[in-house]
């Protein structure tokens, strides 16, 4: 007896991932966290076709090579991404902070939009705050409920959703870019940005004032880091090098210059840098004090001494997490107090390097529990078979909801 051949299966395609955030060029942090969730992503499915919505298109294609596509989501119209959410099998939002004032409500617009559309939702080690805004709590509170899974890179973050309201459970691991893995930077670099060989070099980060910094005085906060700045480069006979993580960090770095009595020790950054290169710079720090969160990251990553500058929960938070000391924050710390707890932590950063080492491995452990969660979503969406409305249309040979009418009001 002979057995007909059986037909071959075609062979399933891979998922298609959207990955929605901040992207685009214009925050290192954000950048860093992309990054990390590509390769995470990449690890998990090696076949998955990874979609990036971006605020800017043309960045994202130039410097992040795992997109296989990359689309935008700002200044265009909105049915040129409603277009592209159907055709998901997952849409992952965030990470990062992205659930503050004025923003949520947008990227939770397109959530909502995806979930009406089949499309199952996982939140990324996102962070939330502040969220005054009635609209915007109002999303936080309609939308997150329907989400496959929600994880927060923080405690803060839980805690602000919780006081919004919202009744689901939510998971706290740690920011995604706790994963990144440094880039050469090169003594090349270090002269053509005109640093001197062989000096003790103090890293320094500053922001500027805004919606997640309300409480900042840019007067007050410029004359106490540039007493800050003053001081280490008397007591460690150093220069002062200012990391800007966006651009609008140039302009209060200068601030910070002019108030300095010794500006001729400090450098700004001027180079246009990936993320893994400016964790790479870290590597030529002796001690780095800072605002911005993915500053403190890096440095804490590298093992520089680092006294983070808090102006908002997540830096709280993370110096909580990272034992470090337990400022008031910048819009209400002395200066006197501020210059006493950076001579301590050069002076006990010895004895304090295994408890600091020990801490930043937990929190990388965190930040993997988060990409672990999202394959097991994976996972699961391709064992029941609900492989997701994109690969079902793919399968059955035509894209889908392309003849279904858009909603208004997605």
């Excluded at 295994?354 to 930043?360: G, H, L, M, P, V």
Aim: with cysteine.
């Amino acid at each position: 007896m002979t057995t007909a051949p059986s037909h071959p299966h075609p062979a399933r395609p891979g998922p298609r991932i959207g990955v929605l955030g901040s992207y685009g060029g214009f925050n290192i942090g954000d950048e860093a966290i992309l990054t990390c969730v590509l390769s995470c992503l990449r690890v998990r499915r090696p076949d998955a076709r990874l979609v990036v919505l971006s605020r800017n298109a043309e960045h994202t294609r130039a410097h992040h090579p795992d997109a296989d596509e990359v689309v935008p989501w700002e200044g265009v119209s909105r049915n040129h991404v409603l277009d592209v959410l159907p055709g998901l099998d997952l849409l992952v939002l965030g990470g990062g902070g992205i659930l503050y004032d004025g923003e949520a409500r947008r990227y939770l617009r397109l959530v909502r939009a995806a979930q009406t559309r089949g499309v199952p939702t996982f939140a990324y080690a996102v962070g939330a705050g502040p969220l005054t805004d009635a609209e915007d709590r109002e999303a936080v509170r309609t939308v997150l409920p329907d989400m496959d899974d929600v994880v927060v890179r923080d405690e803060e973050s839980r805690l602000v959703l919780e006081e919004v309201g919202l009744e689901r459970e939510v998971s706290v691991t740690a920011d995604p870019a706790l994963l990144l893995g440094p880039e050469p930077f090169t003594e090349a670099m270090m002269r053509d940005e005109g640093i001197p060989s062989g000096a003790r070099l103090v890293g320094m980060s500053v922001r500027e004032p805004g919606r997640a910094a309300e409480k900042l005085d840019e007067g007050d906060y410029h004359a106490l880091l540039a007493d800050v700045a003053d001081f280490l480069v008397r007591r460690l006979d150093a220069h002062v090098v200012f990391l800007p993580m966006e651009r609008h960090d140039v302009r209060h770095a200068h601030a910070v210059l002019s108030h300095m009595t010794a500006p001729d020790k400090g450098r700004i950054l001027h180079g246009d840098y990936s993320p893994g290169q400016v964790l790479g710079f870290m590597r030529h720090l002796d001690v780095a004090v800072g605002m911005r969160l993915h500053f403190v990251i890096f440095a804490a990553l590298t093992g520089v001494p680092v006294l983070p500058l808090p102006y908002s929960g997540k830096v709280f938070d993370f110096a909580r997490r990272l034992g470090a000391p337990a400022l008031v924050g910048v819009a209400r710390e002395q200066a006197g107090l501020l210059l006493a707890e950076v001579d301590r932590l050069w002076d006990e950063y010895p004895q304090r390097r295994e408890d600091f080492r020990s801490r930043i491995r937990e929190l990388s452990a965190a930040a993997r529990e988060t990409c672990v969660r999202c394959g097991s979503l994976l996972d699961a969406i391709g064992e029941t078979g609900e492989t997701g409305v994109g690969s079902r249309a793919r399968a059955a040979g035509h894209e889908p909801y392309a003849d279904e009418p858009r909603p208004l009001h997605a």
